[in-house]
């Protein structure tokens, strides 16, 4: 059964009588970021090619890379950007043997043109290795202080000053885990008992305090999913049953905000759910939720999509539905040299099964365009975010893809 897909593919492509004619690509050639991030550019980590990747969804095109850490092993996550774009953060493991030997953390600064190292800052060796997900570290909303999520497996935080280029502090943080920006030097993490734990660090970054909130939902019940969204001072996070829970952090204290649903009556009974790595995405501008979504039973969440649900933030109902396009389709058109929209790619699309999309992602541009990517090898897809059209397929774009990023 699992050769089905490859030779789906070969007799797809023996109909069509495709041949792929590649150009030589040229070698050796260095580039320099402009100051300013494009509007629709995008980093995709990979676990297998153990890097974080900048492409253009206007083009196509790779505009660099970060490797980070010990090849081989461990997840190179999420990069955080400076609010002035020039710099880039990252937190690394390194083992002195390889697989083996003392083992070295360091939070990483990186110049957000050029992709060098500026500066390296070290850190207690017992950063958390997650996967996927976008809640490993956090960047303080003043941009100051990086929040680096530890396991080991007891739960605390690595506080760095990225002004000052040095280790502050660990929080402890019995019970709760992962880490998110949550005010000009806070952070709140999420607790087993469906509390928040809210960390703060004072101006000179010389203390450190943790409170626990009281539960704002029941995790025996409907547990959150941790892939959270942020719009401006409100997070929105979605539970496993398809209920948003909004968190305002923008006081003093967090409010949690009535949950709501993604899904009706006529939903449930269909086996709709939520699904995939990184279920959700959000235009700031437009108040417009995106939620990847599949049809499964229980504990299902974790399954790809082939829908992108659309959600008014003000009203709370859905205003569209998306159908993703085929990124193993995609794939193979790109590997055969075949345009979309003429009979061959036609057959492709209804020859090869459609592995679902795991991660999705919005730009924040007037004109958005919705990113989406499968979760093995396969094409990125670039839709409208706004009509929902496929705009473009970007082949090769990595093995095994596992966060859409973006500063």
Request: proline fraction near 7%.
């Amino acid at each position: 059964m699992r050769r089905l897909p490859a030779l789906l593919a070969a007799a797809a492509l023996a109909a069509v009588g495709a041949r792929a004619e590649l150009a030589a690509e040229p070698v050796g050639r260095s580039f320099t970021l402009p100051e300013r991030p494009g509007p629709h550019w995008f980093w995709l980590t990979d676990l297998l090619l153990h890097r974080t990747a900048l492409f253009d969804a206007d083009t196509g095109d790779l505009l660099g890379t970060l490797s980070a850490g010990t090849a081989g092993l461990g997840f190179v996550i999420a990069p955080l950007f400076s609010h002035d774009h020039r710099e880039i953060y990252l937190a690394e493991t390194y083992y002195a043997r390889g697989v083996r030997g003392e083992r070295t953390d360091v939070v990483n600064v990186y110049d957000g043109q050029t992709l060098a190292p500026l500066h390296e800052i070290a850190i207690p060796p017992k950063r958390a290795e997650y996967y996927p997900g976008n809640a490993a570290n956090a960047l303080s909303d003043d941009g100051r202080f990086v929040a680096v999520f530890n396991s080991t497996p007891a739960t605390s935080l690595s506080i760095v000053d990225v002004r000052e280029r040095r280790f502050v502090a660990e929080v402890g943080a019995p019970g709760c885990g992962l880490v998110f920006g949550a005010g000009a030097r806070r952070f709140l993490m999420l607790c087993g008992d469906g509390a928040a734990l809210v960390v703060t660090v004072d101006a000179a970054g010389r203390g450190a305090s943790a409170e626990r909130t009281a539960p704002f939902f029941d995790p025996n019940a409907d547990p959150l999913t941790e892939k959270a969204v942020r719009r401006g001072d409100e997070w929105l996070f979605v539970s496993f049953e398809g209920m948003v829970h909004p968190l305002d952090v923008s006081g003093p204290a967090l409010r949690p905000g009535e949950p709501w649903p993604l899904f009706d009556e006529g939903d449930r009974s269909a086996s709709w759910r939520i699904g995939g790595g990184q279920h959700l995405a959000v235009h700031a501008a437009s108040g417009r939720l995106y939620a990847l979504v599949h049809q499964g039973e229980k504990d299902t969440h974790k399954e790809p999509g082939r829908e992108a649900w659309v959600y008014d933030l003000a009203t709370r109902q859905r205003v569209q539905r998306i159908a993703l396009g085929n990124p193993f389709a995609g794939l193979v058109r790109q590997q055969a040299g075949v345009e979309r929209g003429g009979a061959a790619s036609w057959l492709l699309d209804r020859l090869l099964p459609h592995p679902g999309v795991g991660q999705i992602f919005v730009t924040q541009d007037e004109s958005p365009v919705l990113v989406a990517v499968g979760e093995g090898p396969g094409s990125v897809l670039v839709h409208d975010a706004r009509s929902g059209a496929l705009l473009r397929e970007i082949g090769e774009a990595g093995i095994a893809s596992t966060l859409l990023y973006a500063p």
